[in-house]
Structure formats: C-alpha cells, structure tokens
C-alpha cells in the first residue's frame, strides 16, 4: 500500500510547477518576502507567515497558513531552528512535496551567511532557548541581505527559467541599491561606532557587528527568559558603570523593565526592530536599515 | 592594516597628556591639529570599515558558493538535529536518529473524591516519548509512548503520506480519532489536567477515542482563504470507545473542518464530526455519535507574549443501540482561556454530560485553573474543579500539575 501510494504521488511533484501564472513564494519573515519581491519583481508573488512586529519564535501554526503552503512554489526560511515551533508540522499539513526540506522548493536562506554565536561547546536548555546552529537573527547584517538575495535568485532562475534575465536584473538592482544605501547608513552611523548598547533580547550580534555597536548586555538574563529582580539589578549596575546609552527595545517586547532601568540610570530606550512590517514605515529590506538607523541616530543625538 | 590602527590608537591615546604641559594659546593650535588628526582617522576608518565589509560579502559569496557545492546534508528532518553543525564526524550518526522529546506530567491531587474512584494523591501519570523523523521524500513517521507508573502503551504511532496527489494527506497507524477537538489533544496540549466530561462519559474514558487504521484528510477548497478539511477515518472496531463482535466489524469517523482568520488577531475553528462503530452488546448493535465543535483564538500579535484568549465549546451526542432500550446521550463543555502575563494564565470550564450506557444519569461541574510556566519547558497548574454526580455525591478537587519539556523541541499547539 505505501508503495503505491508513495509512486502515485511522483507525477503530481514534477507537474505542479508547470504553471505560467506568477512563481508563488511564502517566506516565513517578511524581511525573506521583502528581498524574495525585490528580486523576483512581477513575476513573483510573496506572502509571509510571520508579521514584523511579532515575536518570530512564537508564531501559531495556524490552518490558513497551511492554505498559503499548498500553493507555493517556493518556501524560503529563515533556518538556524527560529522556526521549529510552528513550521514543520504546518509544512507536514501542506500537501505539497515540493516544499518540504530538501525539495527544490525548499530554501533556507541561512546557508552562506555569516551566522554569528554557533555555541562551541554542548548546549543544555539552562541556558536558555538557545539555538544550537546559531543566533538565527542574521538578517539584519546587509551583507548577509546580499547572500540572501543571491540564493533566491539563484533558486528562482532555476524553478523558472524563462525569469533568469529577469531575476539578475532584480538581484543586481537590489544589490546596487543596497551599495547606495550602506554607505547612507554608514555615513549616518560612523560617529557613533563603537557605542555601548544593551538590548532586551538578543537579537542584534549581526547588526551591531556589521555598524560597530558593542551590545555589552541584554534585559533577558538568558534567551527567552524574561527579566528578573536581580538580573535587572546587574543591568542597573554595568549601565552605570560602563555608561551605557541605549537600550534597544525589540517591538513585541513590554517596555517595563526596560524603562524603569532608562528610569533609573537615565539611558534612553530606543525600540529597534529586527523585521521588515515591525511597523507602518518600515516596508522593506531597506526602510528596515533606515528607520532603525535614523532611530540610533535621533536617540544618540538627543543625548548631547 | 591593525599595526596602523594601533598605532594610531597610541598617538591620539598619548596625545591629551602631552597637549596638558603645553602654554596655553599652543593648546588651541594643537586642538586644531587633533581635530583635523581625528578626521583623518576617522575617514580612513571609515575606508577600512568599508573594504572589510567589502571582503565580506565577497567571503560570503564564497562561502555561499561553497555551500552550493557541497553535498546538501542528510535528510533536514523537521524538528533538526539538536546537535553540532553539519560537518561533525562525531555526530553525523545523530541525523539519523529521530527526533526525541520526552513530555513528563506529574499529578497531585487533594481533597473529598466524594464516592467516585479516587485518582491517587501524587502520581506520575502519562508521561509521553515522542519519536519522530522523516522516513523519505514521500513520509514523516511519529511514534508517542506514554508512560504511566503501571506500563507503556502506544497513544500513537503512525506514518504520515506528506506527498500523496489531489491535496490529500494520509496516515495509517494507532492515532487519536479527530472526533472533535480536543479529543485530538494529547494532554500536554491541553488547557487542564484533566479530560473533560463528555469525553470521558461519551468517547470511551479519560485517554479519549483512539483508534488503529487509515486516516485521509483532504482539502475542500472555499472562497476568501477558508481553511476547509474532510477526514475519513476508517478504525478496527475495537477500542476504549468502540468494541467489535467480529473482525469485518470496523469503526468509522467523518470530521469536516473549517478554519478561518478574523482578521491578524483572532480566527475561529469549527468542526463538525460523526462516528459510528459497533457497541459489542449484539453482534448488529452499534453506536453513532455526531460532534459539533468550536474554538475562538484571540491573540494581538505584537502582544503575543503576553496576552490571549482561546474560547472552547464542544457537544456530543451519543446514540448507543441496546436490545431493550436505546440510549441517546447528550454531553457538552465550554472553556475560556485568558493568558495575563508572560508567564501566567488562568481558565475556566463548565462540563455536563450525560452517560453514554445510561440516558438518565449525567455528571456536571465546573473547574478553574491557574498556570505558570517558567519558561516554554516547564509548567505548573493548579486546578478546582467540582464534579456532581449522577448518583448524588459531589468530589471537589484540586489537581496539581507539573509539566516538563526535554529533548527536541517539539512545536507548539494551536
């Protein structure tokens, strides 16, 4: 019996991406979606499972998304485990071979980026929620934007050949726009390289390399941990004596301890967010960099 | 390239010392000097910043390419290996190896179990070892052993068919009858401690109606991105709920789904369901049930963290065939379920149902809970809850719950 239905189900994998209508593409981020659009253009269609301003760890497998699955072309994740509490079982429901892990469909859009913070040594949970294959938050690294943007080309021009042309021509776009952009951003941030920072969650390794922040703390006393007493008494404590300016604040996070430590110290809370949709203006991959950058900015400036 | 840097470092570390012995109006002129020092420094940073970035992204093309190139590690099964990165000799065994989760439920319970059996004062009850992994391109398997301190029994073991054509999806094994909703909740998914009434009364007991057999779900396709699932359900005919007389007598279950979001913060869930199976009290008698069920799901997602709600109701009825009399019994709970902190949630139920071998009898109550979980692997609950009787005792308990997550994280119910 598992054999038969195991041979009845090969045609329908190789017919399913005939179609001429546009490449359908569900990402799990909407910074994936975001880049997927600017490379693929009109021939593509995105739609992205998790909202910017919401937490990307806690997301519900909910059965509309399992809707949006059955139809894709093309699944881009982000990978490194952020995803494990509500992909697989919504990829298992999808009824769509094409794509499940190892599938032509399938692309995990960590693979040739700089992750950051691979733990070396064994993993237990005290230490939190911590993900074995690396801090998953690397998109917030440009450079890591481009390897992302290439992948998706790449894989596009393969499940769509007739779009090759069309796909170099979004990806060198993009990459020329992101070339433009850096140096705005880097020109907006070079006098404050180096900045002392805490964050709430760690969710900053790749941005503060890529713009020099040095993040000498998080509000979290372990990933996924929310603040405690004497955690916040520690962060109290390095704020003053390393003199410490900013708090960066993820949108999906409560602002309480973090205020009550700006409270207390008189650091500035800054809310910084880590996905494109984490609020109205931030529409791409690029307004992503410049409100978070012109945020940096303004809170620093203030402080003068 | 840092033999400079440092170097640098040196001069505009010193220099503020050597500026301090200078006469006065020098001061300026060397102020002038630093700042036009520091622009230099600070421009050719900037260049260097630049083309490190440069010979990054030109790394990561690199690696990226490399990556390409290189054989796609084996099977990325769905929940990932728990271990090093690709590439460790010392654990490529390990991706073969299912994924491997072991849920404990330890319960204590205190207070006046009126006449009814007691359920003892601490025990740890039902534990599950969940083993789950990709078979090949065309299957996943799970396997779920639940462990309670008087043995091990399957809850379910079986193979899922990921690549079956026309939107079906199939599974073959012991599973949990998607009769209803909750029914199809193993218990760490569960807002209590405990099975509501009417599944205890109407679908066989406390573990609820599981079955061993075939399961085919596939998508019936509605307007305005409405989530719509049949599923047959095809079981032996014998099992907690259902018992057979002969071999050719199976047990059937019909569950339709419909799944709708209400904008990005609420949806709502409706399933209908309907079963029939032989009873076992004569070789032709039966039992047909009909299940309607609702949950509403409210959660803001920027909030998500710290605040939802989940509103449950569910209604059974049971029409068991006897010789002298049939027996049609109704039974139903509603919940509501309101998260109001990270870390802390409360519910609480009304349950009423009628027995399934005794129309005249019913049992009703209702329940509160209070749940705090430390972190996403470890929860606490307390629940009251008081159950009247049919034969006129009341028990008002207070169940005590821990709950531990180890192993593979397994994802989160909805």
């Known amino acids: 019996l598992l054999s038969v239905l195991a041979l009845a189900s090969v045609p329908s994998a190789t017919g399913a991406a005939a179609a001429t209508a546009k490449m359908r593409i569900v990402t799990t981020l909407q910074d994936l979606s975001s880049i997927a659009a600017a490379v693929g253009g009109d021939r593509v269609d995105t739609f992205a499972l998790a909202k910017g301003y919401q937490d990307p760890h806690f997301v519900d497998a909910k059965p509309s998304f399992v809707l949006q699955l059955s139809r894709a072309d093309l699944l881009i994740v982000a990978g490194l485990e952020l995803e494990v509490g509500y992909l697989p079982p919504l990829v298992d429901q999808s009824r769509n071979a094409e794509i499940h892990p190892g599938a032509r469909g399938y692309l995990d859009a960590s693979r040739g980026c700089d992750v950051l913070q691979r733990p070396s040594g064994p993993v237990t949970r005290a230490m939190g929620d911590v993900h074995p294959q690396g801090n998953p938050h690397y998109w917030t690294d440009p450079a890591n934007g481009r390897v992302i943007a290439r992948a998706i080309a790449a894989r596009l021009a393969e499940l769509d050949p007739d779009g090759k042309a069309a796909y170099e021509r979004g990806l060198a776009a993009f990459d020329s726009e992101l070339d433009r952009k850096e140096k705005e951003w880097d020109q907006k941030l070079a006098p404050w390289f180096g900045t002392k920072v805490v964050s709430f969650h760690n969710s900053w390794p790749n941005f503060a390399k890529r713009f020099r922040l040095d993040v000498v703390g998080h509000i979290e006393p372990k990933p996924g941990i929310p603040p405690t007493p004497s955690h916040t008494l520690e962060i109290i404590q390095l704020i003053e004596r390393e003199r410490i300016p900013l708090i960066l604040v993820e949108p999906y996070f409560d602002t309480k301890t973090p205020k009550y430590i700006a409270g207390k110290t008189g650091a500035t809370v800054v809310t910084l967010y880590p996905s494109v949709g984490g609020t109205e203006e931030i529409t791409d991959y690029f307004a992503l960099f410049d409100v978070n950058v012109d945020a940096l900015v303004a809170a620093l400036e203030g402080r003068r | 390239m840092h033999a400079r840097w440092s170097l640098l470092g040196i001069v505009l570390a010193a220099w503020p010392s050597a500026a301090a012995a200078q006469p006065p109006d020098a001061v300026a002129a060397l102020r002038a000097e630093l700042a036009e020092l520091r622009r230099q420094y600070e421009e050719s940073l900037a260049r260097l910043e630049r083309r490190v970035a440069d010979i990054e992204a030109e790394n990561a093309a690199l690696r990226e390419v490399a990556a390409a190139t290189a054989p796609e590690p084996p099977v990325v099964a769905a929940p990932a290996p728990q271990t090093a990165p690709a590439g460790d000799a010392a654990m490529t065994s390990s991706y073969w190896n299912p994924a491997m989760s072991v849920i404990g439920n330890f319960i204590g319970v205190a207070g006046n179990a009126g006449d009814a059996d007691p359920l003892p004062s601490a025990e740890l009850s039902e534990s599950e070892i969940a083993l789950s992994a990709v078979v090949d391109p065309y299957a996943r398997a799970d396997l779920f052993l639940a462990f309670g301190e008087e043995g091990v029994e399957v809850e379910e073991g079986f193979v899922t068919l990921t690549a079956l054509p026309a939107n079906l999806l199939a599974k073959v094994g012991r599973m949990r009858a998607g009769f209803g909703k909750v029914n199809t909740l193993h218990f760490h ?8 009434l009417p599944v205890v009364n109407l679908l066989g007991g406390d573990e609820g109606w599981i079955g061993t057999g075939v399961s085919l779900a596939g ?41 709708r979001d209400l904008g990005d913060a609420s949806n709502l869930d409706l399933g209908l369901s309907w079963a029939q199976g032989p009873n076992g009290v004569t070789a032709s008698s039966d039992t047909r049930l009909w299940g309607l069920d609702a949950t509403y799901r409210w959660k803001p997602l920027q909030r998500g963290l710290y605040r939802g709600t989940v509103l449950r109701g569910e209604v059974y009825r049971s029409r068991r065939d006897a010789p002298d009399a049939v027996q049609h019994a109704l039974g139903w709970f509603t919940s509501a379920d309101f998260q109001l902190a990270r870390r802390w949630s409360t519910g609480a139920r009304y349950e009423w149902s009628e027995r399934a071998d005794d129309e005249t009898l019913h049992d009703s109550g209702p329940a509160v809970t209070l749940t705090f979980a430390p972190s996403d692997f470890l929860q606490l609950r307390g629940e009251v809850r008081r159950r009247d009787f049919a034969e006129g005792d009341t028990a008002t308990e207070l169940l005590l719950q821990l709950q531990f997550a180890i192993g593979a994280h397994g994802a989160h119910p909805f």
């Open chain 2, 189 to 196: 998914s569960r807002p209590w401690p405990d099975q509501p």
């Open chain 2, 219 to 259: 998508l019936l396709p509605l307007p305005a991105d409405t989530f719509s699932e049949a599923t047959l359900q095809v079981f032996g005919g014998s099992s907690e709920l259902f018992e057979a007389t002969e071999r050719s007598d199976l047990a059937y279950n019909l569950h339709y789904r419909v799944f």
